[in-house]
């Protein structure tokens, strides 16, 4: 059996056979899964200093070189990297006193770090499976996201209290502003939102749950909600980048919703996270700082918007990124400034990044290439080994090297 | 199973649309669901320079062109498939089956699944077991409804 | 005006486009499933754009050129666009006073490529960005 570090359910039951260094036939994978275990001989990262090649010692050391000049330095990235490798990522943060950020910033940090303080309830996903009977997918389409994410765990499995199957034992409601391929699903059970409409959607929520009537244009299909989670025996709430980006930073109205959820039945949030191990890093800084990104080591811990990579990239004066891509995903301004900075990237492939980065340093594809572990979207760990051999180091080597140099 | 990659290997790659789609990774993913035929593709067997590729392409071809759709009149467009396995754990026969397999939301462990994933898409093995079959078949419907990408039908 | 239109664009990730990142960002599969815009069916006719052509999708902040797609549902003055290199082109760089960076939904002007301009290569962006 292996595993899938394709996205952030980590899929344990995969078959693949291997076929002279190619990926051939694989059981269980889905397709974004597969495309990732093909990637496996596509694209792959050289170490290389000013875009020349190198030898690995000369790219870490030069790394390390670059890191040491940096007055201002940011450590980036961390969701596509293992546990191991993100604990030398923030033990590196501290002891150089510098920034460390991960995409959380601009998608679901917020959300996660409340769960982790406690202030929004949370489950496991074989919680899921063997008890919710409503699954509501928020500004979230794990179908094209995290592709198994309804087959293994939130809609179609039996499970311990959910004998009967989909069609009688659970109920799918999604809330879009998009006819997702999740919405497909769900059919009846879709919201159409307009974009940013979710607050005023929860406020509707929140009246019909009260037993006022909402002030919305279908107010039967709102009340029939109503009535269907009030009657659910364990509702779950998925989030996603939909959701974050309409709330923008401003959680209070969702938390009450889930409180006034909580006094009627009971309902968990669980957020689709995008990289394998963004859970995984976002727990290891919260341990450390109790905040899940934003945090300067400076002058001790020190947490805010200005320490987040949109505004940091002004005051930084060497950036590492490891494990991501922000020049292919920040605005074009902010990645022409990124793309200015002395940088060090660190990455399995070929990106965006990379093209960008000074020095670049290549490490193993966690999951088939390097064991290690990482942190379930739900916050569960996930141990596992490599498949094939490779002359990649592991990520955790690789920054361990680094840190060392500096 | 014929990847799509492996056809594309063998098309021209010029992306000239003679055959109305607007390149050859595109035509290979037409011939694989069977929207496409290689006759379609007239460079490919118009210009000699192609003759081997041709061949080639005949050859992978053959064991997917001969095979009609399942004996339930069941067609899966895998170009179409995301490979969620949504159908294989709400399939009926699978959860009677296999029931510490796909019954639970994992892969198969019985090996008397009808629907698994394999190279990342859906495939439907052990076609009379299906409800769809044999005289006393029933119009289940179960993997159409839940595929969220319409992969699959019945003709 | 016809020929041009202010629209929202809502970004999205689609499972193909994330198979072909996998599988190299500097494929035309790759492009072909990110440089793409979809458009409501009245929203598109109004433009005169056929499925598939060329569109001029431009912001305050950058200018990109995309294939224009035909949507099956009804969404007027809404569009649809793959998050990518180049949804990130339009995207603004400015931070709100929360911190927070607002990545998913932004105005924009689509219009018809006068010149009939191809779609903008991810080679043309990866300079953008790395241009001095």
């Known amino acids: 059996m292996a595993f899938c570090t394709g996205c952030s359910l980590l899929c344990d039951d995969i078959e693949v056979d291997f076929e002279g260094g190619k990926i051939g036939r694989t059981m269980n994978l889905c397709r974004k899964g597969r495309g990732h275990y093909d990637s496996l001989c596509v694209d792959r990262l050289a170490p290389t200093v000013d875009g020349s090649e190198v030898g690995i010692d000369d790219a870490v050391s030069k790394a390390a070189e670059v890191l040491a000049g940096a007055e201002n330095l940011l450590l ?11 604990k030398v990522g923030v033990e590196m943060a501290k002891k150089l006193g510098c920034v460390i950020d991960d995409p959380s910033s601009y998608s679901q940090g917020l959300i996660t770090e409340t769960i982790l303080k406690g202030e929004l309830p949370t489950c496991t996903f074989d919680d899921v499976r063997n008890f919710a009977d409503v699954s509501i997918y928020w500004g979230d389409d794990p179908s094209s996201s995290h592709p198994r994410h309804l087959s293994r765990f939130s809609y179609f499995p039996r499970g311990e209290k959910r004998q009967r199957g989909y069609e009688e034992d659970r109920e799918a ?28 959607f929860m406020g509707a929520l929140m009246a019909t749950l009260g037993g006022k009537i909402p002030k919305v244009e279908d107010k039967k299909k709102m009340l029939n909600l109503g009535t269907k989670l009030r009657k659910s ?55 450390e700082t109790g905040h899940v990104d934003r945090v300067s080591f400076k002058d001790g811990v020190n947490h805010g918007p200005e320490f987040g990579i949109a505004k940091y990239l002004d005051a930084c004066d060497a950036v590492m990124v490891v494990g991501s891509d922000p020049a ?26 990379t093209d960008a980065a000074k020095v670049t340093v290549p490490i193993a594809v966690a999951g088939l290439e390097a064991g290690g572990s990482a942190l379930r979207t739900d916050g569960v760990k996930v141990e596992f080994d490599a498949v094939v051999k490779s002359d990649y180091l592991p990520d955790v080597e690789v920054i361990e090297r680094i840190m060392e140099a500096v | 199973m014929v990847s799509v990659m492996e056809i594309y290997q063998l098309l021209p790659k010029t992306n000239c649309k003679k055959c109305g789609l607007p390149t050859c990774m595109a035509f290979a993913v037409g011939l694989l669901g069977r929207e496409k035929t290689i006759e379609d593709c007239t460079p490919l067997v118009e210009e000699p320079k192609y003759e081997k590729k041709l061949e080639g392409l005949r050859e992978l071809l053959a064991p997917i062109l001969s095979a009609d759709a399942t004996e339930t009149g069941m067609i899966i467009h895998t170009e179409k498939c995301y490979g969620c396995g949504n159908c294989v754990v709400a399939c009926p026969v699978n959860v009677a089956n296999d029931p510490k397999g796909t019954a639970i939301g994992r892969g198969p ?17 052990n076609v009379d077991q299906c409800r769809r079959f044999g005289p006393e078949k029933v119009l289940c419907s179960a993997c159409i409804v839940t595929c969220p990408s319409k992969a699959i039908e019945f003709i | 005006m016809a020929g041009a239109k202010e629209v929202t664009v809502v970004t999205y990730r689609g499972i193909f486009q994330e198979v072909e990142e996998a599988l190299g960002m500097y494929s035309d599969g790759y492009r072909d499933q990110s440089a793409i815009v979809s458009l409501d069916g009245g929203d598109i006719k109004e433009l005169g ?13 950058g200018k990109v050129v995309v294939a224009a797609k035909l949507s099956e ?36 002007k689509v219009s018809l490529s006068p010149a009939k301009e191809a779609v903008t290569s991810i080679e043309e962006i990866a300079e953008r960005i790395k241009a001095p």
């Open chain 3, 49 to 61: 754009v056929e499925d598939g052509q060329p569109v001029i999708l431009e912001t305050g902040s």
């Open chain 1, 173 to 200: 409601i999604v809330i879009d502003v998009r006819k997702s391929p999740t919405a497909e699903i769900a059919a009846d059970g879709f919201f159409k939102i307009p974009p940013g409409g979710d607050g005023d």
């Open chain 2, 109 to 125: 462990v019985s090996g008397k699944a009808i629907l698994i994933v394999e190279d990342g898409v859906v495939k439907c093995v």
């Open chain 1, 233 to 287: 025996k364990f509702g779950v709430i998925f989030t996603g980048l939909g959701l974050a980006h309409s709330v923008k930073g401003e959680l209070d109205e969702f938390v009450s919703l889930v409180g006034k959820l909580n006094e009627l039945t009971r309902f968990s949030v669980i957020p689709s996270l995008g990289d394998y191990n963004t859970r995984g890093f976002n727990q290891t800084l919260f341990d």
């Open chain 1, 76 to 86: 980036f990235g961390w969701g596509n990297s293992t546990l191991a490798a993100q």
């Open chain 3, 73 to 108: 549902d009804p969404h007027p003055g809404l569009a649809f666009m793959p998050s990518s290199p180049w949804s990130a082109q339009l995207v603004s760089g400015e931070v709100e006073e929360s911190g927070f960076l607002d990545l998913k939904s932004f105005m924009a």
């Open chain 1, 328 to 353: 292919a995903v920040l605005p074009a301004s902010l990645a022409r400034k990124l793309a200015k900075i002395p940088m060090v990237a660190v990455n399995s492939h070929r990106t965006f990044t």
